[in-house]
């Protein structure tokens, strides 16, 4: 334990994790007690924030102290010290949320039964979170891979059309894509595609939040999600049939107050002979 608290990346490692998870706290705590109704507000905030930032402490603490010794047992292997494997994250994940669980829990209810629950619960939960947290940083990764495999790509065919160009002109050639900055390379590919270059195709920051803010959020729901963007010309249709039926309402009106002032007539006459007779 001392010798995992000794090191300064693992020391803040547990401080984010567990500052992390107490807003986490923090927001669903607030969040009951606004929709509960729970007065005063601001008790119930710290007091979530706090319980989950105790779960923190131990929880990380725990795994902290696990994969150490999973990271120790890995040189035999020769893996780096820095390298866990997903098994050992799920195991320190896992032993961490039921130790934690089991700890809090006999802690606060002073049960055998309630220490029980609480490593079985705190176990599957922080189990769960591990399996997602794998998969998502994996996914995250294939996705890196999938971009250096095709700037690679793009490089190997520029640095192939270079050598065909420069073949092909007995070694003079007015464009040598070889030794093209590599930032202007998507300006080159879409010259040669004949399309049209982006005016913000850089891979700056700026240009990166641009990009994002010229998407249509709407675009990105799923399918199943009862919202969509119309187009030009089913809101126009819409405005038509709108239109439709508003006349459709006012004939029916006018053709009411006809009939109206028909009666009306009608009753006036009876009126003025009932008054003759």
Known sequence: MSTVLHDKRTRRRILLCTAGLATAGGVIGLNI??????????????????????????????????LYDQKRKGEALDLHFSLTRDHDEMYSSLCSGMVTGATLSFIARRTKGAAFSGAVFFGLVSAAGQFLYTR????????????????????????NLDKNSSSATGGDSDYNYGNVDPNTRPTLIHLLKGTTVPADWSDSPIAKLRRRLQIDPISLLPEW???RRISFDEYHTM?????????????????AIADMERREKVLLQRLREQEEN
């Open 33 to 66: 007690a606004i929709l509960k109704n729970l007065q005063p507000i601001y008790r119930h905030t710290l007091t979530m924030t706090a319980n989950w930032a105790v779960y923190g402490v131990f929880f990380f603490t725990v795994r902290e102290t696990l």
């Open 136 to 159: 998502m940083n994996r996914s995250r990764q294939a996705i890196i891979l999938e971009r250096l495999a095709s700037k690679e790509k793009v490089a190997s065919s520029l640095s």
């Open 225 to 227: 999600f009862p919202m």
């Open 239 to 255: 405005l038509v049939e709108r239109k439709r039926l508003v006349f459709e309402e006012l004939a029916q009106l006018r053709s």
